[in-house]
């Protein structure tokens, strides 16, 4: 049997995950010769607006967990409400740049995080448009040509997000935690944007339970039945990039050492859009997540076998 199949995308939420951590990301993985896909917040680092979740059922056991003020620091925390949120793109710019002179694959998270994470479904589909039409543009000024992917900030999708991604042509789109690419339907919509969901926890939804060892995540997260299937792994440019650092590292080398291929999502989605009538449809549905607050987009039922 083909060895497991992993790719790396990173989200990177905020001003000093951009600055701090996706330089440390860059050339951890350029030194132990890995590829990953780097998705970028390119607005205003609203981050301190995210207290409006304390009210969603698990936020306060989420923050418990992960320690968010050492995580994010707290003039992070501040952006946004008693500071203003810093433009990303802008004082960044040469950090993004650089991600992908290092060879590595860059696309489109957000415009505003926070705006997005909270308010996508408040929104009308031109609205969204709007919304993505900002990143899309800021992306553009920062690399000089048009992002081919994106990832939505919190896992938040639905039919409006996928009729911006169709208009705006991307390769793909990893927006969604399920099992395997599919293309999206909402309802008796149906979208030509291949998605690539997540497919493993994420290590801010495992921290600081008793039942995940720090110790033992690395093999609970390579335990995987289905050796040659494809896992994605998502990290954070705040976590892995910063305190998590040289747990990312080791995590790298333990998957080496059981044989794991790490792959590039460009070329898998390259490969399955070759092969479109191959790829099933499925609905993009909303559900909970262990280890997460509120609720995602998530992988529903297959609903025929080929896309049209």
């Known amino acids: 049997m083909s060895a497991q199949r992993l790719a790396i995308k990173i989200d990177v939420d905020t001003d000093r995950g951009t600055r701090e951590g996706v330089p440390a990301l860059r050339d951890l993985l350029q030194k132990k010769g890995v590829p990953a896909t780097f998705l970028f917040s390119l607005g205003p680092d609203n981050t301190g607006r995210a207290i409006r979740r304390i009210f969603r059922p698990g936020f306060f056991r989420k923050v418990s967990r992960t320690s968010v003020v050492s995580v994010y620091g707290l003039r992070t925390l501040m952006n946004g409400v008693l500071l203003p949120g810093p433009d990303i793109a802008r004082r960044n710019a040469a950090v993004m740049r650089s991600v992908a002179e290092a060879g590595f694959e860059t696309g489109i998270h957000c415009w505003d995080h926070v705006f997005w994470q909270d308010r996508l479904f408040a929104l009308s589909e031109v609205r969204v448009l709007e919304e993505f039409g900002k990143a899309r543009r800021a992306y553009e000024e920062v690399f000089g040509m048009p992002a081919r992917t994106a990832g939505a900030a919190g896992w938040q999708a639905n039919a409006a997000s996928l009729a911006a991604y169709d208009a705006a042509g991307l390769d793909y789109a990893t927006d969604v935690r399920g099992g395997a690419p599919f293309f999206p339907a909402v309802g008796a919509r149906r979208f030509k944007t291949l998605q690539i969901p997540t497919t493993l926890p994420t290590l801010d939804e495992l921290m600081g339970r008793p039942e995940y060892p720090l110790a033992k995540l690395a093999d609970m997260l390579l335990a995987r039945p289905e050796p040659g299937k494809l896992d994605v792994f998502t990290i954070h440019a705040e976590i892995e990039g910063m305190s998590m650092l040289d747990w990312f590292g080791q995590f790298i080398d333990r998957a080496k050492e059981r044989g794991v291929a790490f ?32 609720t995602l987009a998530v992988q529903g039922a297959r609903i025929e076998e080929r896309a049209a």
Not at 269 to 290: H, K, T, W
Request: hydrophobic content about 45%.
């Open 263 to 294: 792959v590039s999502l460009a070329d898998e989605a390259a490969a399955l859009n070759a092969r479109r009538d191959a790829v099933p449809v499925a609905s993009l549905d909303q559900g909970e997540v262990d280890g997460r607050s509120g």
